[in-house]
Every structure is written in C-alpha cells, then in structure tokens.
C-alpha cells in the first residue's frame, strides 16, 4: 500500500480514484463499513481504493496537552488498512493551513483537482473545513455539480448497542480491557514491528524476549499481558510487558514479548504480537531479584491462561 503524505506530494497518476474519508484509528467495525463500501465502489469504478484522514489529527494541533493516545501505530494502520483492500493513504497532516481551509476550498483542491474523485464514502455525521461548516449535503451538491459521487455510512453499533469509536476503543485499551476492545475492532487487538537487540537484560533473568519500540503514544495500558506471537507461518503462546520499564530505564514504551516455547532467533524479523488477556499493571521492582521473581510469576500465569503445564 502507498502512503502519500501532504498534498504536496499528490502527482498526477494519483487522479482518479474512490475515497473514504476518516480517521481510521483502530480501524474499527464502523470504519470496515466504510471500507466495505470503499471496495465495492472500486470495483465498480474500476479505480484505486484511497483512504485520507489526518496523522496528528485536529485535537492534537487545538489541544496537544489532551490529544487522544493512538488506538494503533502507524505501521499497524498500515497493515490493517491493506488487509482490508486499500490501495493507498492520503496521510495528511493537520496544521494552521488546515485549520483555515474553507470546505469549498477542500472540496475544489483537494478531491476534484488534487485526486479527481470518482465517488466518496463518508460517516453520515462527517464534517470537515474551517469551523467544521461542511457536511454531507454541501458534499452532496459539490458531487452533482463536479462529477463525483458521495455515499454515506450509518454508524455500527457494537454488541451493547452503543455506536462504535476510536474513543470506546482507547477507553477499552486504557483499562487493559483487550476483550472489550477485539469486540469493537472485529479482530484481536495486535501490534507488530521488527524485532530489534535490547539490553539482553531479560536473558539474563532467564525469560528472553522480542523487543519491538514505538514513538506514539498508545493507548494501551502499561502492564502484563499473555498473548500470541507469530512470524512468518509459525505462532507461539507468550507472555509480554508493554510500558516503558520502571525498574530498568523507564524510557519509551516498549513491547518485550517471551515466547513460552522455542522460537530461534527473531532479530530482525517482523513479529506481530496479539494481546488475549491482562495478567497485571506495569509496576516498579526495588530490585532485579524481585523483578525475576515476578516474570516467573507472569509466565506462570500466562502458561495458566493457555492450558499448560507449570
């Protein structure tokens, strides 16, 4: 999948192509409704299938202080995304031009002459430009005036018979609630990366791990989870700490994921880590002993959580 960042960076193969618009964090049940109708209007249009949606968003640019965390790393949208058909991402960024682009302004630059829109997929409560004065209906007339089509998506509900969103999500993920969460994105919550060398410190307290690093902050809660690890074809039950290490450096969040088997030598490889349940909260040790007494307790509890043998 191609991620096109800035209108600066829209050439001219970019025209001609279906758009959802969104914010596509997470990924969710709402957003596949509207990657569903994406697909089938692609496949009717005989044209890509195109995402656009802003990374840092609005908040972060009116209100960084109390910007939501993201549901997902980028990456991980990106392997999401492409799973669910897309061709490419219009990855935009939200600034002060952004803040004071008018909606005709949108509507004329951006999806007739920057991407030659064929037809575009909304939320049926989209608003967008300065102010947040555009909506579907001016969306509606631009189309019938410019050439292209606007559809709109209901929102989907979730098995309480709330609307599914990004912020149920986070509120589920900041809980450590990974239940809660697979039940509103359809799909275990995950996260990959290639796996990089470390301190070797977990090695030496006798439970190696694969260690994958994040700049965003996410939403997750800092703690013990069991979960699978898989790379390539293979696939292993595991026990795996994210949070930024109290004990040893408290830096950047960072996922150390040990294998409850024998899985050769990872560094270097991609390794997506799926998250089943949460075993305990991310907890400062006064010491290494004490810390290596309570992997053994985490891995005891994950070997629980999986049916195996002590």
């Not at 994406?38 to 249009?45: A, D, I, P, T």
């Not at 690093?213 to 996410?218: G, T, Y």
């Not at 390539?232 to 960072?254: L, M």
Request: charged fraction near 25%; aromatic fraction near 8%; hydrophobic fraction near 45%.
């Amino acid at each position: 999948m191609e991620i096109v960042r800035g209108l600066h960076n829209l050439k001219a193969r970019h025209r001609g192509c279906v758009l959802a618009i969104g914010n596509f964090d997470g990924v969710h049940l709402g957003h596949q409704a509207l990657l569903a109708q994406l697909r089938r209007q692609s496949e009717r249009h005989g044209l890509p299938a195109v995402v656009q949606s802003f990374r840092p968003g609005a908040a972060a640019y009116f209100d960084p202080a109390n910007a939501p965390s993201a549901v997902l790393p980028i990456r991980d949208t990106v392997r999401v995304l492409e799973a669910e058909g897309v061709s490419r991402w219009s990855c935009l960024r939200f600034d002060a031009r952004f803040a004071r682009f008018e909606a005709e302004d949108y509507m004329q630059q951006v999806l007739v002459k920057g991407l030659g829109v064929a037809a575009v997929i909304v939320g049926h409560d989209f608003r967008f430009g300065a102010r947040r004065a555009g909506d579907v209906a001016m969306l509606q007339a631009a189309g019938a005036q410019a050439g292209f089509e606007v559809e709109t998506v209901d929102a989907v509900l979730g098995p309480d018979g709330e609307r599914v969103s990004s912020t149920r999500v986070r509120a589920c993920l900041a809980e450590g609630d990974v239940a809660g969460a697979q039940q509103l994105l359809g799909r275990r919550y995950a996260l990959s990366g290639v796996v990089r060398s470390g301190q070797q410190l977990g090695r030496e307290l006798g439970t190696a791990t694969a260690n994958l690093a994040f700049r965003e902050q996410l939403a997750l809660r800092h703690g013990v989870y069991a979960v699978r690890m898989r790379c390539g074809a293979q696939e292993w039950p595991g026990v795996a700490n994210f949070g930024t290490r109290p004990t040893v450096d408290g830096g950047h969040p960072v996922l150390e994921a040990h294998a409850l088997g024998d899985t050769g030598a990872l560094y270097g490889r991609e390794l997506t880590v799926d998250f089943e349940t949460f075993i305990r909260a991310e907890q400062r040790f006064d010491s290494l002993d004490a810390l290596s007494r309570q992997i053994r307790a985490d891995v005891k509890s994950a070997r629980a959580h999986f049916g195996l043998s002590a």
